[in-house]
């Protein structure tokens, strides 16, 4: 049996960990976490600091207790902070400065992502926050609650600015989004659904400052009083970085191949280029679908699955990796939208000739007398081919589930024509007879 090594119990890290102990393999594990703490869902945080949960206990869903319970030796903030992969040697100091030696079988990275920081004047000042870990949202909380912070300026509409957004606006705060796109969530939706998201965030009083890039943040007694963009200054009480993140590659950088961003190159099996090493989660590469070749998407669920197949391969277990569509989706006051694939401009972006269709009506049929929400929806799909290669929802009705089956028939390879002949069924109470997706597909040049 192996002895496997474990760099980072986040959600890669975590879901391989849970693969290996749960098969009673009988390998030894061995977990290395820089944290106090595993398995913060990040995606849940904006809910606690928006108060929309009461308390964060449930967004932790692995502990050091079940690891050591099921025999695997776990050291809490303790950093790798050298491998050597040809003696398979790993170099670690613990928060006291006590410096650890270990060797491995078989190495898993899941060392994760870190956010990017603007190098801009300003960005050490006191109240100018990120957010990533556990602590983070619990710093941000408790700056939320003093009175004295009135305005709040989020910088980055992605989907974790837009939330946070409507996080503070929850708690009363006269809220700014900022993000040098003219529009928001921009890398995973065409305009005409993100048009409808900008309407959402002004509707309710979220002040939207588009196309504009920040040049400086200003301060006073060395706390945060306002951002000056290349347009207007905008006086904040506190400002939080939004702008995304980054893969955490420090170890091993200048001797794993790497993808153009510097995340690592890993195959189907979420091996590196050096035998023995696994990369998964944030820090590695996925296998994209929509483009057929790796690419870079960090999502929950792309780690989750990441860390499953790394962990059965490393376990002696083949198995490969599906690919990824990089399906998602976000909720704001009511409007939820989903996507999946490429949108129209990602499309245009690789040169891909595609064509789409559209389509928006009501969930149920008309004669269903409770409400009734409509439902906006887009199908990219390969002009040559008809291969689907992308699909974007909209609506205040919880339609989150069509999403999958756009994704499997990306990932199948489906094309829109046989798309447009699928055995949806059928109920009033449910959906319409033809439905939007049908509908949309049909209606496909």
């Not at 613990?94 to 060392?111: A, F, H, M, P, R």
């Not at 995973?188 to 588009?210: A, C, Q, R, V």
């Amino acid at each position: 049996m192996s002895k496997i090594v474990v760099v980072g119990a986040n959600h890669a890290g975590t879901a391989a960990v849970r693969t290996i102990l749960d098969k009673k393999s009988g390998h030894e594990v061995v977990i290395y976490d820089r944290n106090s703490n595993i398995s913060f869902l990040g995606c849940g945080m904006a809910l606690w600091i928006g108060n929309q949960i009461s308390k964060p206990d449930g967004l932790f869903y692995a502990s050091k207790e079940e690891f050591e319970s099921k025999g695997a030796k776990v050291y809490m903030e303790t950093s790798v902070e050298r491998v050597d992969f040809e003696n398979k040697k790993i170099y670690a100091k613990t928060k006291d400065g006590e410096e650890i030696v270990d060797t491995y079988d078989k190495l898993i990275l899941s060392t994760g992502s870190e956010p990017i920081i603007p190098n801009i004047p300003g960005h050490d000042l006191e109240n100018v926050m990120q957010v990533k870990l556990y602590q983070d949202a619990q710093a941000v909380i408790d700056k939320i609650k003093d009175k004295d912070v009135k305005n709040v300026t989020v910088v980055g509409a992605g989907y974790i600015g837009v939330e946070l957004a409507e996080a503070f606006e929850r708690h009363g705060k006269n809220t700014t989004l900022v993000d040098m796109a003219d529009t928001v969530l921009s890398t995973y939706y065409d305009e005409e659904f993100t048009d409808l998201m900008k309407e959402n965030l002004s509707k309710h009083n979220i002040n939207l400052e588009l196309g504009q890039s920040v040049q400086e943040i200003k301060g006073e007694n060395g706390k945060v009083t306002s951002i000056v963009t290349n347009e207007k200054e905008i006086d904040t009480d506190l400002v939080v970085l939004c702008i995304g993140f980054k893969p955490n590659t420090v170890i091993g950088k200048d001797q794993l191949e790497t993808f153009r961003n510097g995340a690592y190159l890993v195959n189907k099996k979420q091996e590196t280029s050096i035998k023995d090493v696994y990369a998964i989660g944030d820090c590695a590469t996925v296998y994209d679908n929509t483009i057929d070749a790796p690419n870079y998407i960090a999502l929950a669920s792309n780690a989750a699955r990441s860390g499953i197949v790394g962990g059965s391969n490393a376990a002696g277990v083949e198995l490969e990796s599906n690919g990824v569509q990089g399906s998602n989706g976000i909720s704001i006051y009511g409007l939820n939208m989903v996507s999946t694939g490429i949108t129209l401009k990602k499309a245009a972006a690789l040169g891909i000739e595609v064509g789409h269709t559209d389509f928006e009506d009501t969930q149920k049929p008309g004669f269903i007398e409770t409400t009734n929400p409509t439902v906006k929806i887009r199908i990219v799909y390969d002009k040559k081919t008809r291969v689907v290669l992308g699909a974007q929802m909209a609506s205040e009705y919880d339609m989150s589930m069509g999403i999958h089956l756009f994704s499997l028939a990306i990932q199948e390879k489906v094309t829109i024509d046989k798309l447009a002949l699928t055995d949806l069924f059928f109920l009033p109470h449910f959906n319409q007879p033809y439905n939007y997706i049908t509908m949309a597909a049909i209606s496909a040049e």
